[in-house]
């Protein structure tokens, strides 16, 4: 299951990241995006979802939620 099919407000643990971007991988790890970190979908828009990990919120785009296998 991707991040794009998560509900909103329930906590999942992220299972791996699929991208083929080193740089993107990289920046996701340094929001603490990655295996084993828990990470709640706090709302849902069209374009994408807001996102929080650990203390931060962050906007991601729908392309980018679906990379994200919880």
Do not use: H, P, W
């Amino acid at each position: 299951m991707t991040l794009r099919d998560a509900i909103e407000g329930k906590e999942y643990i992220i299972k791996s990241i699929e991208t083929d971007d080193e740089e993107l991988d990289a920046f996701l790890f340094s929001l603490g995006c990655y295996s084993g970190e828990t990470i709640t979908v706090v709302t849902r828009r069209r374009s994408g979802c807001t996102v929080s990990i650990k203390d931060g919120r962050y906007n991601i785009d729908n392309q980018l939620a679906a990379a994200i296998l919880i």
